[in-house]
């Protein structure tokens, strides 16, 4: 067997194998050898059988067979002789095979790229210094107050408000048709100027009193953020039922102790703030590593397999999906689909491939390795969280050997992050930045 390779890009080649035509007609000499000895040809005796008799009924069969073997072992000789990482193989074409002429086949291999070594020690970094305010805790306070607010009707006879909370029925017709994208609802309750609906739909809901029926006209726009109602020209036909009021409980000891197990406004302040804190350095914490990265990428420019894009896009797309699942909402109810997902997050996924491929390298670099003992760490962690027995746990990864790299590869990433955070210079700064809790208690204010 021989190859030759032909660069596409860095980390992309395309590889053309041929067998002799010597080779070729050995083996398919054989096959048809062994065929003869136990094909059972009516009109033949066993092992009599012609070779053009067996050509024409087994011909495609013994084909293929040596096709697949022959490129089978021609792969498994060059990934030998080679010496290249190969990450994936995808053959060209479907190849034939005579015994006329050698058996020529080509395919795309993608390799792992070669990266220099990385100057990972004493790295330059800042780290900002987040502080929880007494403003980002109002915020938490006053949406543990809307949690308990109580809904109640007006105590006055008037019309509509803005601001108000309102149950009504309505149904949507198009055409003066049942508009089956938005069909009907009783009882729906809603806030007028929060535009649950749409924003023409409060305006024109104002000044309504209970027991009125009013047809509004509603034309959604071309980009409204739910996909079927985009473009829709529809009547809503409203009858209101009742104007509400939302009372708030005041924010004291009573309000603290109906939220949790908590005796006091000032311990329930005391939780926020601690909560506000580890969401703080959590964040500040996935700063520093996209400030490594970035640092780290500014050393080594190389290409990304796609490969792996696609690994990383594939998990992506799944947890978007998840996420979707959760909420009882589909891709399609947001008008979206896989390709479509798959042009916005394909920036992220090469982005956390390369990362994946920065961390390897340092591994290698340094030498890491997974202790036994770590393993067992994680298997006894694993079989607290999900009640089994740590017994089991293992057996689950020590039987699998794609679980048992994934996991491996995991901790020796995490150390390789430890060991350069360990070794670089941090200095601590306060964070520019005007909160978006902020804007959140605005939010929360015009609301109540």
């Keep these: 067997?021989?190859?030759?390779?032909?660069?596409?890009?860095?980390?992309?080649?395309?590889?053309?194998?041929?067998?002799p035509r010597d080779e070729v007609v050995k083996r398919l000499d054989k096959a048809y050898s062994d065929m003869k000895s136990k094909a059972k040809v009516k009109g033949f005796r066993p092992g009599k059988t012609p070779r053009n008799v067996l050509e024409r009924l087994y011909g495609k069969d013994i084909q293929q067979d040596i096709i697949s073997e022959f490129m089978q072992t021609s792969y498994a000789d060059f990934l030998k002789d080679s010496g290249l990482t190969v990450m994936a193989f995808h053959p060209l074409g479907e190849p034939t095979i005579s015994a006329d002429s050698p058996f020529q086949f080509k395919g795309t291999i993608e390799i792992r790229p070669q990266i220099a070594d990385l100057s990972w020690k004493e790295l330059q970094l800042t780290k900002n210094r987040y502080k929880p305010s007494e403003e980002e805790i109002d915020v938490q306070l006053k949406l543990g107050q809307r949690n308990l607010a109580v809904m109640k009707p007006i105590s006055e006879d008037r019309p509509v408000q803005n601001g108000d909370y309102v149950i009504m029925d309505y149904e949507a017709t198009k055409e003066g048709n049942p508009a089956e994208e938005i069909g009907k609802s009783e009882n729906y309750t809603c806030k007028i100027g929060a535009a649950s609906i749409s924003k023409e739909m409060d305006t024109a809901m104002i000044g309504m009193v209970p027991g009125e029926r009013r047809s509004i006209p509603i034309k959604f726009p071309e980009d409204h953020s739910h996909k079927p109602y985009a473009g829709l020209d529809v009547v809503f036909n409203v009858y209101l039922r009742e104007i509400r009021e939302?009372?708030?409980?005041?924010?004291?000891?009573?309000?603290?102790?109906?939220?949790?197990?908590?005796?006091?406004?000032?311990?329930?302040?005391t939780t926020i703030r601690q909560d506000l804190e580890q969401h703080y350095n959590h964040r500040a914490d996935q700063e520093i590593n996209e400030r490594i990265f970035q640092k780290l990428f500014d050393q080594a420019e190389f290409e990304v397999p796609d490969t792996m894009i696609q690994y990383e896009l594939s998990g992506i797309i799944q947890d978007v999906e998840r996420r979707f699942e959760y909420n009882n909402l589909s891709l399609a109810d947001r008008g979206l689909d896989h390709s479509i997902l798959a042009n916005q997050y394909r920036d992220l996924a090469e982005k956390q491939?390369?990362?994946?491929?920065?961390?390897?390298?340092?591994?290698?670099?340094?030498?890491?390795?997974?202790?036994?003992s770590e393993l067992e760490t994680v298997y006894s962690e694993t079989a607290a969280a999900s009640g089994q027995t740590v017994d089991v746990v293992r057996d689950i990864y020590t039987k699998n050997p794609e679980t048992m790299s994934y996991l491996r590869m995991g901790l020796l990433e995490k150390k390789a992050m430890r060991l350069i955070i360990d070794n670089s210079i941090i200095t601590e700064v306060d964070p520019v930045l005007t909160h978006p809790e902020t804007t959140e208690a605005k939010n929360l204010d015009s609301e109540q």
């Design 1 to 19: 067997m021989s190859y030759t390779i032909e660069d596409v890009s860095s980390v992309k080649k395309i590889v053309q194998f041929e067998i």
């Design 246 to 269: 939302q009372i708030l409980p005041e924010i004291d000891d009573d309000l603290a102790k109906k939220l949790g197990p908590y005796q006091s406004l000032e311990e329930l302040k």
């Design 353 to 372: 491939a390369r990362r994946h491929l920065i961390l390897e390298k340092i591994v290698a670099q340094e030498g890491l390795t997974v202790q036994d």
